[in-house]
């Protein structure tokens, strides 16, 4: 069941996704080469704990508060020694639970100076997110936000992931609907205003498949082409949406 937010719980996502994306502007100031992923999970969760807690960290038996997928890594991957290395792309995926409420975002980032290509798979990845914003309108369906996604990508000549999808999100971290990345206009539940959820295009550089990375955790490419992942925690309102995981 989708549920349907009351203005006092909007008023607590609200609040929640502020602070969940002024943690997430901080961490992106401490990418750089030489880095290693622990270092940055140890920062977030720190910064987690003066609010709430960390969504992620016992979830499903995940072991840590920030998600660093690099390179060919998807989502889920879990920080650990690996030091980051001029060229690498990184995505940062971080949960706050604030008020008895979940928040929910991810950016993907260079590390130093990327290859050309690298960072047009991060602009389209970031762009098919804006892009899928603009169906989120009272007389759409969340086939056509998957649809505007799966267009776009395709067209710019990467995959989009088919195996994951954006996902509700309030009491509990994952709700009903799922959204897909790609999907056919005019299909899915309805879009209503009070709904709150997560759209979070991945996109790969080659196939679309996925294998569980070695620690048995996360999620890579199958054919190892990197990959980019953004994601926003969204309100639908009578006309249109707002963004809730926004520092501005």
């Known amino acids: 069941m989708i549920t349907i937010k009351t203005e006092k719980e909007i008023k607590i996502m609200r609040e929640g996704g502020e602070i969940l994306a002024r943690i997430m502007k901080q961490l992106e100031g401490k990418v750089e080469p030489g880095v290693k992923t622990f270092q940055l999970d140890r920062l977030a969760e720190s910064l987690i704990l003066k609010y709430g807690q960390c969504s992620f960290k016992g979830y499903n038996n995940f072991p840590t508060c920030l998600c660093t997928s690099v390179n060919e890594e998807i989502v889920h991957s879990a920080p650990s020694n690996r030091k980051l290395k001029e060229g690498d792309i990184i995505s940062l995926d971080l949960g706050l639970f604030y008020k008895g409420f979940h928040s929910d975002m991810a950016v ?141």
């Open 108 to 248: 993907t980032l260079p590390v130093g100076k990327a290859d050309p290509e690298a960072l047009r798979l991060i602009k389209v990845t970031k762009k098919a997110l804006k892009r899928a914003l603009k169906k989120v309108k009272l007389a759409n369906t969340f086939g056509d936000i998957g649809n505007s996604i799966q267009r776009y990508v395709e067209g710019q000549g990467f995959s989009v992931i088919r195996e994951l999808c954006g996902h509700g999100i309030g009491k509990e971290l994952h709700e009903d609907p799922q959204i897909l990345n790609y999907s056919k206009r005019r299909t899915g539940p309805k879009i209503k205003e009070g709904m709150t959820f997560c759209i979070e295009p991945m996109v790969s550089a080659g196939d679309w498949k996925i294998k569980k990375t070695k620690d048995k955790i996360g999620y890579k490419t199958a054919d190892s082409s990197l990959s980019a992942h953004f994601e926003h925690m969204i309100l639908v309102i009578k006309n249109g949406y707002q963004v809730l995981t926004n520092a501005d």
